[in-house]
């Protein structure tokens, strides 16, 4: 129950606190962050309503998983790191709130920094699989490796396509983690569990959507409920999902391999 009591604390406590911050106005004052994403403040309280509510689809997908964890044989490699990597999955949905909601530069960097946590987790667990690592020896892996892409995400360079490094810091460590996972997937016997390649293909077309659903981009209604961006978050979350499955299938695979 530990996954879902503390995903589900996290999940709660942190739209709740949005709710709070975008009401009297805590993380500052709208710098216009996020405004390449399209949508107009057309109801009063969110800036970009739909792009705001749409990311509780990372919430529930963090309960999902966190639901499935409740029997040992659908977790990862150990009750901690499920627990790390079903709360972080749902912390994507209020930290990109945050920066939906209200434009703001601190919402900004919550947001990043979110994607950052769910890249280096992926990362080191990857890492920590290849290397059959300790439960301890993970979590400092997760804690270096966000370490250094906060780091470079500090030097806030702007590049094209992706906007900052923050962006392309998340792209180096999907590609990395991903690298990494299918080696450790081409190491089990067929058939291979095919949720992994539903992720990868959800955050293809959610990465396309992403693209062609900014600012003047052909998918760009800025007045719309029917946001592209916000469609980019509930692909990303079923992403999220879809990853959590992989890994709970690939535990089974490796704790039965020995």
Known sequence: MLPLAVTALVGVLGVGLVVLATAYGWLGPDVDRGAQFCETAHWCFFAQPSNTLSNLGFVAAGLALAWHARDP????????????????????????????????????????????????????????????????????????????????????????????????????????????????????????????????????????????SQSGGPWCDPESWLQGHALWHLLCALAVYLLGRHYIAMARRERAAG
């Open 73 to 212: 044989a659908h977790r990862l490699n150990s009750l901690p790191v499920t627990t790390v990597f079903t709360a972080t999955a749902a912390l994507l949905g209020p930290a990109s709130m945050a920066m939906h909601a209200t434009e703001s530069a601190l919402g900004g960097h919550l947001d990043v920094m979110s994607m950052h946590l769910i890249a280096a987790f992926s990362v080191a667990y990857a890492v920590g699989r290849l290397g059959r690592f300790s439960t301890a020896r993970v979590v400092l892996a997760f804690i270096v490796v966000f370490g250094v892409g906060t780091r470079v995400t500090l030097r806030g360079d702007r590049i094209e396509i992706l906007h900052h490094t923050g962006n392309l810091v998340f792209a180096v460590l999907v590609i990395a983690a991903l690298l990494i996972e299918i080696v450790l997937w081409r190491r089990v016997r067929p058939p291979r569990p095919l949720w992994g390649v539903g992720s990868v293909l959800a955050l293809l077309v959610a990465f396309g959507i992403w693209l062609i």
